[in-house]
């Protein structure tokens, strides 16, 4: 089992609607869970953590923690053409930052 | 606030050559932690510097290796260049165990 696990997608959806990428995780202890977003050619672009169970909400963008179900997950409101993009799903447990291989954001105009 | 910078950006390098990689983090974060970027794999870790000493280490040889310099500032270095080690290769920089924070880069291609 990988320790943090993401769909690969591509997951397309059309310009406004809603995104949403979720990501699961397996060290029970991990206290810190990050979004990244990567654009193809560049490096990752921090865009959201999250510490406690519940929502974090931050402009368009809202992170999701379940730790009973070792869940995150990442919804961006009013899906832009911009905002496609690879998304990064990381943890951070006892030691260090683990990624997850990312989901492929699609917005089409 | 200046970013992490890394250099260089681009490198070629040719089988068996040696390579050396440099990063300044964010003013006033110590630590430092470097992933390998591959389309089939990911961000893998590297290895992560803290105060000049590593904290942890990734799943890698003993031919990528690192260093911390008292300011902050870090290298990585690879000997013996195989045709897998080309990638993209990141440095983040964090206030200890916190959001780490990325470089541009340096893309490296052994051929």
């Known amino acids: 089992q990988k320790e943090v696990e993401q769909n690969s997608g591509p997951l397309s959806v059309p310009e406004g609607a809603i995104a949403s990428l979720n990501c699961t995780y397996s060290?029970?202890?991990?206290?810190?869970f990050f979004w990244y977003r990567q654009y193809s050619g560049k490096s990752p672009e921090l865009i959201m953590s999250?510490?406690?169970?519940g929502d974090k909400e931050d402009g368009r963008f809202t992170a999701q923690l379940n730790k009973a179900s070792q869940y995150v997950s990442l919804l961006i409101r009013d899906s832009q053409p911009s905002d496609s993009a690879t998304y990064l799903c990381?943890?951070?447990?006892?030691?260090?930052?683990?990624f997850g291989t990312g989901t492929r954001l699609l917005v089409s105009p | 606030k200046a970013g992490v910078t890394q250099t260089p950006r681009y490198l070629i390098k040719t089988r068996g050559q040696q390579v050396t990689l440099s990063c300044s983090p964010i003013?006033?974060?110590?630590?430092v932690s470097w992933y390998q970027q591959t389309p089939g794999q990911g961000l893998q870790f590297l290895f992560e510097?803290?105060?000049?000493?590593?904290?942890n280490k990734g799943n890698f040889p003993g031919r990528f290796s690192g260093r911390q310099f008292s300011n902050s500032r870090s290298e990585m270095n690879v000997s013996t260049l195989e045709l897998g080690d080309s990638a993209l290769y990141l440095c983040?920089?964090?206030?200890?165990?916190?959001?780490?924070?990325f470089g541009p880069g340096t893309r490296l291609t052994v051929l």
């Open positions: 983040a920089s964090s206030l200890d165990r916190a959001e780490q924070f």
């Open positions: 990381a943890v951070r447990g006892f030691q260090k930052l683990v």
């Open positions: 510097y803290f105060s000049e000493t590593q904290r």
């Open positions: 999250i510490y406690s169970n």
């Open positions: 003013s006033g974060h110590r630590s």
């Open positions: 060290d029970r202890v991990s206290q810190s």
